[in-house]
């Protein structure tokens, strides 16, 4: 009985030590619990680097080309008081010679008129002029010209205006006018017409209104012709204007007679804007005054407006002429219509 109880006791152990062996020799089917995640870091969005700007290279601002060069020649414009051509052949030649003494680049240009001429000073298209007496007086009142050189012909700084016809046209003097078609070469012209106006007004005439018509040409030679051909009763130039035309029209001064005559007038000019440099205005007037001192300058001037020297001159040379229109009671725009 007592074998038969320890044999269960043995069989018992073995079952138990069994169990446990087996038990041991099974793999774990349990799933081990995640490891704790952490959330993914957060990236800053991928950007290009930022660059600090780019400045523009720093420039030095842009200087316009030195007056008298190439680039920004010195515009000298011309009273337009004859045959474009012509005047512009005549000033050529002189603004050559200017640039060779002076190195100093001039380009001569004819406007359309004299009040364009003016226009073109007083905005700055222009530096440097040719200008009548009446364009002068009304230029410096706007501040737009400075005079520096007056022309010389025939030995003098003055001339005269005078008023011509037909010599079968019956007209003799001033107060024959009445009724008559008037040749002047332009409203603006000193002696074609600022003076004719002065001398019919002191004579009893109001040209606006005892003048049948007045007749642009738009140049001296130009109202020469109108008379010779008859297209005008009578018109005024400067004094003598006939040798314009004498070399086509040789019969032009017996066919075109003077019948009044004006006083004297101050003779045309070079003039410069006021703001002209001053060194740039010395050189060129100095290059200028040469040309009286060789027969090839003297040519040269005598092919512009038939000068024959030029003489150094101030703003005062035309006072006279000023008296002259204040005396007549007429203001400068006045006259100019």
């Not at 290279?57 to 842009?62: D, E, L, R, V």
């Not at 005079?147 to 010599?167: N, P």
């Amino acid at each position: 009985m007592r074998k038969t109880r320890t044999l269960y006791v043995v069989l018992a152990l073995l079952l138990i030590a069994a169990a446990v062996l087996t038990a041991c020799g099974k793999k774990s089917t349990s799933t081990p619990a995640p490891a704790a995640t952490q959330p993914p870091a957060q990236q800053a969005p991928t950007q290009a680097p930022t660059k600090a700007p780019t400045k523009a290279p720093t420039q030095a601002p842009t200087q316009p080309p030195a007056l008298g060069t190439e680039a920004n020649p010195i515009i000298w414009v011309l009273t337009p008081s004859q045959d474009t051509q012509k005047v512009l052949a005549g000033a050529e030649p002189i603004a050559q010679y200017i640039e060779e003494k002076t190195g100093l680049v001039i380009v001569p240009k004819i406007p359309t008129d004299y009040a364009a001429q003016i226009e073109a000073m007083c905005s700055g298209e222009a530096q440097m002029a040719a200008l009548n007496t009446f364009g002068y007086v009304r230029a410096h009142q706007k501040n737009c010209a400075d005079v520096a050189l007056a022309s010389v012909r025939y030995g003098s700084t003055s001339y005269a205006g005078q008023i011509i016809t037909q010599a079968n046209s019956g007209i003799t003097g001033l107060k024959d006018l009445v009724g008559k078609t008037f040749c002047r070469p332009d409203p603006e012209s000193t002696s074609g017409w600022v003076m004719p106006k002065l001398m019919m007004l002191g004579a009893g005439i109001d040209p606006d209104k005892d003048l049948a018509r007045i007749v642009d040409t738009g140049g001296h030679d130009a109202t020469v012709l109108a008379v010779y051909n008859g297209d005008c009763d009578a018109g005024a130039t400067f004094q003598d204007a006939r040798v314009l035309v004498a070399k086509d029209y040789p019969d032009v001064n017996d066919k075109v007679v003077v019948i009044a005559q004006s006083p004297p007038i101050p003779n045309d000019n070079i003039s410069f804007r006021p703001d002209f440099p001053k060194d740039l205005r010395e050189k060129i007037v100095t290059a200028l005054l040469s040309l009286n001192d060789s027969d090839q300058g003297k040519a040269m001037l005598k092919g512009l407006f038939s000068w024959q020297g030029l003489e150094k001159v101030d703003d005062s040379f035309y006072d006279g002429f000023r008296q002259a229109l204040e005396a007549s009671g007429l203001s400068i725009e006045d006259l100019s219509k």
